[in-house]
C-alpha cells in the first residue's frame, strides 16, 4: 500500500502540522503541501529528509520564492501510475466554483485533482467512462485546512491510499483523528 499525506493552509500556524508529520510522516509515501504556509512546512520536513514531498504557493505566501527559485502555484506529476493535478486553488478561483480546478485537470489527463484555498474538506469525484489512467474517474480531494478554520469546520488532513484493491480517499480531524469525509 502508498499512502499520501496531504496538507494545506497551515498560514504558519504549525501545531497541526507538526503533529500530523509525526504521526503519518514515516508511514507515508509521498507528503504533499497545498500552500499557505510552505515556508513552514519545509522548515518542519527538514525532520523527515528521506520522505518524498510536493509542495506549492498559495495567495498568502509572499514573496512566493524558495532557494531563489519562484514556487509554483500548481504542479502536475506522477505517482504509481497515476496522474496529479495540484494546486493551491487562488488561481482558479475554487472558492466559487469548481469548474475551472476541474477543466485544468481534465485538459491535463489528470486522475487526481487537488486543492487548498476554501479551508473546507471535499471529496468526489466525477465518473466517464472515457476518461483517466485505470478507473474512469477523476477524484476530487481539498484535505481543508491544518493551521486555519472557517466556522463550522475542524483543523484537518488528508489521506489518500492506494493499493491493489482500489483508492481511500479520507479526511480527518486534526486533533483527534476522526474521520470528516
Known amino acids: 500500500m502508498k499512502k499520501i ?3 494545506s493552509d497551515s498560514h504558519n500556524n504549525n501545531y497541526y502540522l507538526n503533529k500530523i508529520l509525526a504521526i503519518h510522516a514515516l508511514s507515508s509515501s509521498l507528503v504533499i503541501f497545498l500552500g499557505d504556509g510552505f515556508k513552514g512546512f519545509l522548515s518542519e520536513m527538514q525532520k523527515y529528509k528521506e520522505i518524498p514531498f510536493e509542495f506549492l504557493s498559495g495567495n ?3 514573496p512566493p520564492v524558495y532557494n531563489d527559485k519562484t514556487v509554483p502555484s500548481y504542479k502536475i506529476f506522477e505517482f504509481e501510475s497515476y496522474k496529479f493535478f495540484i494546486c493551491h486553488g487562488h488561481t ?3 472558492k466559487e466554483d469548481l469548474n475551472r480546478v476541474v477543466g485544468a485537470a481534465y485538459q491535463n489527463l489528470a486522475d487526481f485533482v487537488l486543492w487548498g484555498h476554501t479551508h473546507s474538506p471535499y471529496i ?3 465518473a466517464d467512462d472515457n476518461y483517466g ?4 474517474a477523476l477524484r476530487l480531494f481539498c484535505p481543508g485546512s491544518i493551521g486555519r478554520v472557517l466556522p463550522g469546520n475542524y483543523y484537518s488532513f488528508g489521506l489518500i491510499e492506494i493499493n491493489k ?3 481511500l480517499q479520507t479526511v ?8 470528516l469525509l
Open 5 to 7: 499525506l496531504v496538507l
Open 133 to 136: 489512467s485505470f478507473s474512469g
Open 60 to 62: 498568502n505566501d509572499y
Open 92 to 94: 482558479f478561483r475554487v
Open 172 to 179: 480527518a480531524r486534526a486533533d483527534n483523528g476522526d474521520i
Open 124 to 126: 468526489s469525484y466525477v
Open 165 to 167: 484493491n482500489g483508492i
